[in-house]
């Protein structure tokens, strides 16, 4: 695929400069542990500045792009024989990245711990004033220790990075994945409590790079992190996340969601969790795609967005073209590669389909980090409502789901200050056409209804949140995608049900690492899969 790359590099070189994938972390944040006078403001400003949330290079190159992004179809791949293989590699960086400081990741746990133990070591009228820190730390490390679970299982936690703490090095033990879940979302309940009672302070709101110190926004963040969670258990513990899904839907007063206030055109920047790039930041993700996943895929838009005329098509995509005659000429059409082509015929004809939209993807300097959205959490609800209340309930956050990924999508389109051309958003009559007259609106079966909530939820989440795209399409098995299984590698002829533990951790931590190797399998499945 190295053929493809270097020819699709060349045929844009000319839209874009050549711009560095240095970090824009500040120096003293690096390593939290070597920082003379460590504070719980630095040290949380530290924890959010993470490039594994932050549109950035290498996150999206070498994690999303080569791992879930293929094995969710979300991303673009070379059709070759280790296309399923993880790269082992890249496996061990994100998951150094969690534990650890100075890699490309903020290292919230590590941070975490070294917060922990200043704030034990604070007066208590000073514990008093910086509570609030810390507790949105927690929410932070829980939605990031949550992905470690969804994509590995049993994950080292309770005793990771107990140095801080004790002053000795402890290998740590596995904590069982469905405990943890069950803890995380406890945890999220008296979060999202202590947020809805509490009042801000100048110092939260200066270090929160994240929300600005708004406890509202935090309340929300927390209640909606814990609708995911729920809802992601709810195959395999129906019970517990019914009961508490239901009482989130029937008291939105005291369980406030991220939900863009329920408004179909909301404003993304102002109700959803993004981490903003910083002033200083001024790399894009051009290099990231154009080294192999800038290739629209075959699913999301033959099948499902070019069937139901998606109006979300224009920013999340380009038609591309050839150059005839020292003249380009685009292609008449919006379509996706098949995903039954070889490596040499992707190779021969990747200029006859579409790219992924420049503007909005690709040379957009201020492509936020996503964390939450509305869209998501409209979609949650309206899977809640669908499996155990009203299908009108259901049609509704459905259709505001939709419509606030397109409110989504232009957003991030038109927040691009670059020369590209933005575009305008589509008209009511448009979406609305698209909600209730096509092939995505709300109808059928149950069954029907529940997969074509899944689907959206998995195409909403795209590329950038390959991530949970993938957690839901093993959650749900929905949508139906098909994988090429001819000349792959033996063992290696389908994706995985999950991620392998990296050889490091597994040579490094060997005796707690016996405790779970025989679930350390590709074909195991996380607890939450049905």
Same mark, same amino acid.
């Given at each position: 695929m190295?053929?493809?790359?270097?020819?699709?590099?060349?045929?844009v070189? !000319?839209?874009?400069?050549t711009?560095?994938c240095?970090?824009?972390i500040?120096?003293k944040f690096?390593?939290?542990?070597?920082?003379?006078?460590?504070?719980?403001? +630095?040290?949380?400003t530290a924890?959010l500045?993470n490039?594994?949330?932050?549109?950035k290079y290498?996150?999206?190159r070498?994690?999303?792009s080569?791992?879930?992004?293929?094995?969710?179809q979300?991303?673009y791949f070379?059709?070759?024989?280790?296309?399923?293989? %993880?790269?082992d +590699?890249?496996a061990q960086?994100?998951?150094?990245?969690?534990?650890?400081? +100075?890699?490309?990741?903020?290292?919230p746990l590590?941070?975490?711990?070294?917060?922990e133990n200043k704030?034990? =070591?604070?007066?208590?009228?000073?514990?008093?004033?910086?509570?609030i820190?810390?507790? !949105?730390?927690?929410?932070?490390?829980i939605?990031q220790?949550a992905?470690?679970?969804?994509l590995?299982g049993?994950i080292p936690?309770s005793?990771?990075?107990s140095?801080?703490? =004790?002053?000795?090095?402890?290998?740590?033990?596995?904590d069982?994945?469905?405990?943890?879940y =069950?803890?995380?979302?406890?945890?999220l309940?008296?979060?999202?409590?202590?947020?809805?009672a509490t009042?801000?302070?100048?110092?939260?709101?200066?270090c929160?790079?994240l929300?600005?110190g708004?406890?509202?926004?935090?309340?929300?963040?927390?209640? *909606?992190?814990?609708l995911?969670?729920?809802?992601?258990?709810?195959?395999?513990d129906?019970?517990?996340?019914?009961?508490a899904?239901?009482?989130?839907l029937?008291?939105?007063?005291?369980?406030?969601?991220?939900?863009?206030?329920?408004?179909a055109?909301?404003?993304?920047?102002?109700?959803?969790? $993004?981490?903003?790039?910083?002033?200083?930041?001024?790399?894009?993700?051009?290099?990231?795609?154009f080294?192999g *996943?800038?290739?629209?895929?075959?699913?999301?838009?033959?099948?499902?967005?070019l069937?139901?005329?998606?109006p979300?098509?224009?920013?999340?995509?380009?038609?591309?073209?050839e150059?005839?005659?020292?003249k380009?000429? %685009?292609?008449?059409?919006?379509k996706?590669?098949p995903n039954?082509f070889t490596t040499?015929?992707?190779?021969?004809?990747?200029?006859?389909?579409?790219?992924?939209?420049s503007?909005?993807?690709?040379?957009?300097?201020?492509?936020p980090g996503?964390?939450?959205?509305?869209?998501?959490?409209n979609?949650?609800?309206?899977?809640?409502?669908e499996?155990w209340?009203?299908?009108?309930?259901?049609?509704?956050?459905?259709?505001?789901?939709?419509k606030?990924?397109?409110?989504?999508?232009?957003y991030?389109?038109?927040?691009n200050?670059?020369?590209?051309?933005?575009?305008d958003?589509?008209?009511? !009559?448009?979406?609305?056409?698209?909600?209730?007259?096509?092939?995505?609106?709300y109808?059928g079966?149950?069954?029907?209804? $529940?997969?074509?909530?899944?689907?959206?939820?998995?195409a909403h989440?795209g590329? $950038?949140? *390959?991530?949970?795209?993938?957690?839901?399409?093993?959650?749900?098995?929905?949508?139906?995608?098909?994988?090429?299984?001819t000349?792959?590698?033996? +063992?290696?002829e389908t994706?995985p049900?999950?991620?392998?533990?990296p050889?490091?951790?597994r040579?490094l931590?060997?005796?707690?690492?016996?405790?779970?190797?025989?679930?350390d399998?590709r074909?195991t499945?996380i607890f939450?899969m049905?």
């Amino acid at each position: 695929m190295k053929k493809l790359i270097i020819k699709a590099s060349f045929l844009v070189f !000319a839209l874009a400069a050549t711009l560095g994938c240095k970090k824009d972390i500040d120096e003293k944040f690096n390593n939290p542990e070597q920082v003379l006078e460590p504070n719980l403001p +630095g040290l949380f400003t530290a924890m959010l500045n993470n490039d594994r949330v932050a549109a950035k290079y290498w996150n999206v190159r070498t994690f999303l792009s080569t791992m879930p992004g293929v094995y969710a179809q979300t991303a673009y791949f070379s059709n070759g024989n280790a296309a399923y293989q %993880q790269n082992d +590699g890249y496996a061990q960086n994100y998951w150094d990245d969690f534990y650890s400081t +100075g890699g490309n990741g903020s290292g919230p746990l590590a941070i975490y711990r070294v917060m922990e133990n200043k704030f034990n =070591s604070l007066s208590t009228a000073d514990q008093n004033s910086q509570r609030i820190i810390l507790q !949105a730390a927690k929410v932070v490390l829980i939605e990031q220790a949550a992905k470690m679970v969804d994509l590995w299982g049993d994950i080292p936690y309770s005793e990771a990075g107990s140095l801080p703490a =004790s002053s000795t090095i402890k290998n740590p033990k596995y904590d069982e994945q469905k405990a943890l879940y =069950s803890t995380f979302i406890s945890d999220l309940s008296s979060l999202a409590t202590y947020f809805k009672a509490t009042t801000t302070t100048a110092a939260f709101a200066k270090c929160d790079i994240l929300l600005k110190g708004d406890v509202s926004k935090w309340t929300r963040y927390a209640n *909606s992190l814990r609708l995911r969670l729920l809802m992601r258990i709810s195959k395999t513990d129906e019970a517990t996340a019914k009961t508490a899904i239901l009482q989130m839907l029937g008291d939105q007063t005291n369980f406030p969601l991220v939900d863009g206030g329920n408004v179909a055109n909301y404003s993304p920047v102002n109700s959803d969790v $993004l981490l903003q790039p910083l002033t200083t930041s001024n790399s894009d993700l051009h290099d990231a795609f154009f080294e192999g *996943s800038w290739y629209a895929t075959d699913y999301m838009l033959n099948t499902l967005m070019l069937p139901a005329n998606d109006p979300r098509i224009p920013v999340i995509y380009d038609k591309f073209g050839e150059t005839v005659n020292g003249k380009f000429v %685009q292609n008449a059409t919006y379509k996706a590669m098949p995903n039954t082509f070889t490596t040499t015929e992707q190779e021969s004809n990747f200029r006859k389909f579409a790219v992924l939209d420049s503007g909005t993807f690709v040379f957009n300097v201020k492509l936020p980090g996503i964390l939450i959205t509305a869209s998501e959490v409209n979609l949650l609800k309206a899977e809640a409502y669908e499996r155990w209340g009203s299908t009108t309930d259901a049609k509704t956050a459905y259709d505001l789901g939709l419509k606030q990924s397109v409110a989504f999508y232009y957003y991030l389109n038109n927040v691009n200050p670059g020369a590209y051309a933005k575009v305008d958003l589509p008209s009511t !009559a448009i979406v609305d056409a698209w909600v209730n007259t096509s092939t995505a609106s709300y109808s059928g079966t149950a069954a029907e209804k $529940l997969a074509k909530i899944a689907t959206q939820k998995w195409a909403h989440f795209g590329v $950038l949140q *390959s991530t949970e795209a993938w957690s839901e399409y093993r959650r749900t098995g929905y949508p139906v995608l098909t994988f090429q299984t001819t000349g792959k590698l033996v +063992g290696f002829e389908t994706p995985p049900t999950r991620l392998l533990y990296p050889g490091k951790e597994r040579s490094l931590n060997s005796e707690n690492y016996q405790a779970v190797a025989s679930k350390d399998t590709r074909k195991t499945k996380i607890f939450w899969m049905p």
